[in-house]
Nanobody, 126 residues
Framework: QVQLVESGGGLVQAGGSLRLSCAAS????????MGWFRQAPGKEREFVAA????????DYADSVKGRFTISRDNAQNTVSLQMNSLKPEDTAVYYC???????????????????WGQGTQVTVAS
């Protein structure tokens, strides 16, 4: 079992920045991919960014490339999402997710993740 707790959400003006953090606990030795997803009201949960826990390789949704950066601290068992140049369309609940199956080389889909945090609200005002 892996437990995930997100923090760092809030209200920000368009063009501003926020940094989200996700703390993992439990069987963290099994972490393989870590991801961030988001879900806006009335919409499906969508991929934002992912990072391979051991190698640090990253993937991003086209909508956030160049603005968001995912990183991890293996010693602290945390994964972060630095969000710059925020837009109103970035408003959503942001979820941290963990993949422990060691199957997916690229993990950008909801079904590829095994554990989820409770989510943190990000609101970008225009």
């Amino acid at each position: 079992q892996v437990q995930l707790v997100e923090s760092g959400g809030g209200l920000v003006q368009a063009g501003g920045s926020l940094r989200l953090s996700c703390a993992a606990s439990g069987r963290t030795s099994n972490l393989y991919n870590m991801g961030w997803f988001r879900q806006a009201p009335g919409k499906e949960r969508e991929f934002v960014a992912a990072i391979r826990w051991s190698f640090g390789t990253t993937d991003y949704a086209d909508s956030v490339k160049g603005r968001f950066t995912i990183s991890r601290d293996n010693a602290q068992n945390t994964v972060s999402l630095q969000m710059n140049s925020l837009k109103p369309e970035d408003t959503a609940v942001y979820y941290c997710a963990a993949d422990v199956t060691r199957v997916w080389r690229v993990a950008t889909r909801v079904m590829q993740y095994d554990y989820w945090g409770q989510g943190t609200q990000v609101t970008v005002a225009s």
